[in-house]
Every structure is written in structure tokens, then in C-alpha cells.
């Protein structure tokens, strides 16, 4: 798995985890803010939130550009000091009013231009690695290799979004409940019913400090949701934390990856050799990337409602105690255990010595016993927050992204006379099935969903009736299935396939078609409360189904032309 991997890759991958440990703590809570700073309503706060998304993934087509003229590593440098500053402006605690929205929205801004120029031209030097031959067949595991990597850092952030939440309220003689924002923010804006004003005065009750809870309601109202904006305020300063670490690794293992940091450009000034292709070999190319880029619209589309709908679903849909054995995944030691010991697990049957199959599995089986035993200490009842939902897709990449190496390695290794390179799938043809697995991730939400009442029916008198948290569970599993056949599928197939002067700016389009998708993500918010609720991900399934669909009616003209 790992063996025969240049270091350079390890460098690159450790750099982007920190930066997206920063990124994915910011948004766990990012929608929750929104919600409960300004007391926006769905529609709205899910539209700043796709612009955002929307804007982040399409600045790399700037960053892309840019790169291919000044070179790839000053624009990673560049990125992480813009990140830096944007997040350090999340933190300042704002009123609730033009300037605290300005700032906001300035801060957002700064995250996005950062984000632009350091994602792709990153990936863009992994990529560079794997031009060498000698490391050209490990091309699509060494992506595989670096979204998990990547991805354990999104693993650990809205555990870590959660407890800074949690201390910080506490301090402050507060625990969290879901309901308290929208109330609170009813109550102020003179809006609330006479049941709901009941409500809110029976969750202040439950506050731990005795004074808080003695509060005028009025008080009380603008009390929480000043201090839970403030503890939200804290959990973004931890982006600003793991930056410092991501330019710390980059540096340190620059020697690594040094020669991988050139474009075209610099390439011909040195006098080293760059392929050249014809301009219909050119043409080809981009056209058939453009073709995926297309499709993969729909699954950024899909796959985004993580943040929004997906996480209003578990606030307002979905049970907030857990017992028995789930509750096991809502601890983040447990979960970093298992992941840990997938890896000591495929040692033990893979490793070349003896020695080391026994260490492996002697570590396996500890980490194992270290589960149980954490499980066991566990109360019966667990509180659950809304936010951890979104710590499953990561984990199951982390805990898969081996699985699906090891299908497709025994894929490759199953040549014929026809299949002389093979059986494994071409990169397109994973995107065209990843399609197909994300509308199943939908139909389980279907299910979930169905009888319930619509979110516009929750804000009368009507409530839900909550379903088990393994809804959202399982639903996380079959879309991180799809992400693993298409997005580190993707980005391989855009450095193997992007013509080289142009292999920044393709990259950059890669995360355009990524922009586009994540901002049509908020059209279930804008129908969130105008639809039935299983209606929402019916239209998600759907798309991505005709999406796959589509996708292998052209695949033949793609791999075609990508040959």
C-alpha cells in the first residue's frame, strides 16, 4: 500500500491535512453559527453558505493560472498566509449587525483566495512525482493515499469544533441544546408562540449555572446565543492553529518534493524536457476533461449537503441520545482506533516478514481491546450534537480508502488477452459508478424520511418523529463509498490527463465544476421549506443517477481521447 511511494508525497499530504483539519473545524460549525449569530432562516443561511463553498473551489482556477506563469510552491506559501489571516478574522466576536456580517463575509473572502491558491497547485506537484516512470503506475494509489490522508484530519475536526463549543459554554454556565438559538431569536424578534415561549423557558431550566438559569427570559435569550456565537468564535481559531502546522511540515519536507515544484514554463527555461502534444491531441484532452468535469457537478451538488441539509436533518429529524453499540461511533478515540487498526490489519497479511505480520497483528488486536475497553466506560445514554454527524464521511474514507486499493490492485493484477493492462476500471469509468452509488446514499435518506412531517410544518405545533442516528450513519457510508470511486479518481485523472502547460488551470477547472456543484447545493435549502422533506432527497438522487448515466454514454469518447 504504501510501499514504493516517493516522500515528497508523504510531505504534500501531512501539509494538506493540517489545512483541512483548520478548514472542516471551521465548517462543522460554520451553518450552526450563521443560524444562531444572526438568526437567519434556512433559505438564506444556506445560500452565503453555497456561495462560499461555490467560491472556494472556484478561486484554484485563479491560483491555477497563476501557478502555471510564477510556479506552484510560491502559491501554496501565498495561500496559507491569506488563509491564516482570513481565519484569524472568524475569531473576533462581532454584534450581530452590519459590521459583525461585513467582517464575516471579508473573512470568508480571504479563505477562499487562500484556499485558491494553495489546494490545487499542491495536488498539481503531487501529481509532478508521478510523472517520473518509475513511479507512474502508482499514479491513482498515491491519490488514494493522499484524500485519506487528508481526510484524517477532517476526521478529528467537528470532534474538536464540539469540545471547544462545549468548553467554552460551559464556562459560561451553559450547555448546548439545538432548539435554544431559534427560540431565543423568535423571543427577541417578537415572533414567538405561546408553546414554543414554554419551550425555551423549560431549556433554560436544564442550564447548569443556577443564576443562568434564574435569568429573565428576554435576558437569558440574548445571553446564550451571544455566547454561543463567541464559543463558535473559538472553534474557528483552530484553523489558524493547523496552518502553522501545514507551513511547518511543508517546509520541512520541501527537500523532498523540490523537483516536482515546476511548471512548463520553468521546466523550458532549465532546458528539461516537456512533452509536447498537437494541437487536436490538445483540444481532445481538454474536451474530454470538460466532459467530467460536467458530471461531477451533480456529486459535489449531492455531496455537499453535509453542512446543511444533512446536518438540519440530524438537529431537527434525528435522535439526540444514542445508547447501545452506535454510540461507539460517536467517540473520536474509537473512531481513530479503528481507522488506525485497518491500516495494522492489512499490515499483518501484507507485510513481507514474518516479524513484522505478528507486530502488526499483535498492535491490531491491542487497538481492538483498547475499543472495548473505551466503549465500556461510556455512559448507557450519550448526548449527541449535530455537528458529529459529520465526523462519519471522513472516518470512512480513512477506514475504506485500503479496501478500495486492495479491490482494485487485485482488479490490475487480473490481466488477459483482453484485458492485457488489467481489469481495473479506467478513472472515468469509477466517476460513472461513484454516480450511481451516490443516488443510493439519497434512497436511504428516502426511507428515513418518509411520514415525516415537512420542516415548514416543524416551525408550528407539529413535531418530528425523531429516527436512529444510523440513518445518517449509513447514508455517510454509501456517499463516501461514491466520493472514494470519484474524487481522488478525479484529481488523478486530471494530472495524468491536463495537457502540461496547462496543468494548473485544469486542475483550477477541476475545482471550478466543483464551485459550480457546491453552489447549486443550495437548492435543497431554498426548497427546505417548501417541500416534503423526502422530496429534497429524491431530486438529489435522481440527478445523480441521470449524472452516471450520462457519464458512461460518453465514456468511450472520453478514454478515447485520453489515451
Request: aromatic share 12%; glycine share 8%.
Amino acid at each position: 500500500m504504501f510501499k514504493g511511494q516517493p516522500k515528497g508525497l508523504y510531505a504534500l499530504a501531512l501539509a494538506n491535512t493540517g489545512e483541512r483539519f483548520g478548514y472542516y473545524t471551521m465548517l462543522a460549525i460554520f451553518m450552526l453559527f450563521l443560524q444562531a449569530k444572526f438568526g437567519w432562516e434556512q433559505a438564506a443561511a444556506s445560500q452565503l453558505y453555497a456561495i462560499f463553498l461555490a467560491v472556494v473551489y472556484f478561486l484554484p482556477v485563479v491560483g491555477g493560472w497563476l501557478a502555471d506563469r510564477i510556479g506552484y510552491g510560491r502559491c501554496v506559501v501565498a495561500g496559507i498566509c491569506v488563509m491564516f489571516l482570513g481565519y484569524l478574522l472568524l475569531t473576533i466576536p462581532t454584534a450581530a449587525n452590519g459590521f459583525g456580517i461585513a467582517l464575516m463575509i471579508g473573512a470568508l473572502l480571504l479563505v477562499a483566495l487562500g484556499t485558491g491558491l494553495f489546494k490545487g497547485n499542491l495536488q498539481v506537484m503531487i501529481g509532478n512525482l508521478y510523472d517520473d516512470p518509475k513511479y507512474a503506475a502508482k499514479r491513482d494509489s498515491a491519490f488514494s493515499l493522499f484524500y485519506m490522508a487528508i481526510n484524517i484530519g477532517a476526521m478529528f475536526a467537528p470532534f474538536a469544533a464540539t469540545a471547544i463549543t462545549n468548553r467554552f459554554l460551559a464556562k459560561s454556565g451553559l450547555i448546548y441544546k439545538a432548539d435554544i438559538p431559534a427560540l431565543a431569536h423568535q423571543l427577541t424578534g417578537g415572533t414567538i408562540t405561546a408553546d414554543n415561549s414554554a419551550r425555551l423557558a423549560e431549556l433554560q431550566a436544564q442550564m447548569p449555572d443556577a443564576s443562568v438559569a434564574a435569568l429573565p427570559l428576554p435576558e437569558f435569550s440574548t445571553y446564550y446565543v451571544e455566547h454561543l456565537s463567541s464559543a463558535y468564535n473559538m472553534g474557528f481559531a483552530v484553523a489558524c492553529l493547523s496552518l502553522i502546522l501545514s507551513i511547518g511540515i511543508y517546509f520541512f519536507g520541501r527537500k523532498w518534493f523540490k523537483h516536482a515544484d515546476v511548471n512548463a514554463k520553468q521546466a523550458a527555461a532549465a532546458n528539461a524536457p516537456v512533452a509536447e502534444l498537437s494541437p487536436k491531441q490538445t483540444k481532445e484532452r481538454v474536451i474530454a476533461l470538460c466532459m467530467v468535469f460536467a458530471v461531477v457537478i451533480f456529486f459535489w451538488m449531492a455531496f455537499n449537503q453535509n453542512g446543511q441539509s444533512l446536518t438540519w436533518f440530524a438537529r431537527d429529524y434525528t435522535q439526540s441520545t444514542v445508547s447501545g453499540l452506535p454510540k461507539a461511533g460517536f467517540s473520536m478515540w474509537i473512531l481513530g482506533l479503528l481507522a488506525i487498526s485497518i491500516y495494522t490489519l492489512f499490515g499483518a497479511f501484507q507485510s513481507e516478514k514474518k516479524s513484522s505480520r505478528i507486530a502488526c497483528g499483535a498492535v491490531t488486536l491491542a487497538l481492538w481491546a483498547g475499543v472495548v475497553l473505551i466503549y465500556r466506560g461510556m455512559p448507557a445514554v450519550l448526548e449527541i450534537q449535530p455537528q458529529l454527524f459529520q465526523q462519519f464521511n471522513p472516518f470512512f474514507v480513512v477506514l475504506l480508502t485500503p479496501v478500495i486499493m486492495a479491490i482494485f490492485s487485485a482488479m490490475a493484477a487480473r490481466k488477459d488477452a483482453r484485458h492485457p493492462d488489467g481489469r481495473e476500471p479506467s478513472a472515468p469509468m469509477k466517476i460513472g459508478i461513484g454516480m450511481l452509488v451516490a443516488a443510493l446514499g439519497y434512497v436511504v435518506m428516502i426511507f428515513g424520511s418518509v411520514g415525516q412531517p415537512s420542516p415548514a410544518a416543524l416551525s408550528g405545533t407539529v413535531s418530528p418523529n425523531p429516527v436512529v442516528p444510523m440513518y445518517l450513519v449509513g447514508t455517510y457510508l454509501v456517499l463516501t463509498f461514491a466520493e472514494l470511486l470519484l474524487s481522488p479518481m478525479g484529481i488523478s485523472f486530471v494530472t495524468k490527463v491536463a495537457p502540461p502547460k496547462m496543468k494548473g488551470l485544469m486542475m483550477g477547472l477541476w475545482f471550478a465544476a466543483s464551485a459550480i456543484g457546491n453552489y447549486l447545493s443550495s437548492i435543497p435549502g431554498i426548497l427546505w421549506m417548501r417541500v416534503p422533506l423526502w422530496a429534497n432527497w429524491a431530486i438529489l438522487a435522481a440527478l445523480c443517477a441521470v449524472a452516471g448515466l450520462i457519464m458512461f454514454a460518453m465514456l468511450r469518447r472520453i478514454e478515447a481521447a485520453t489515451r
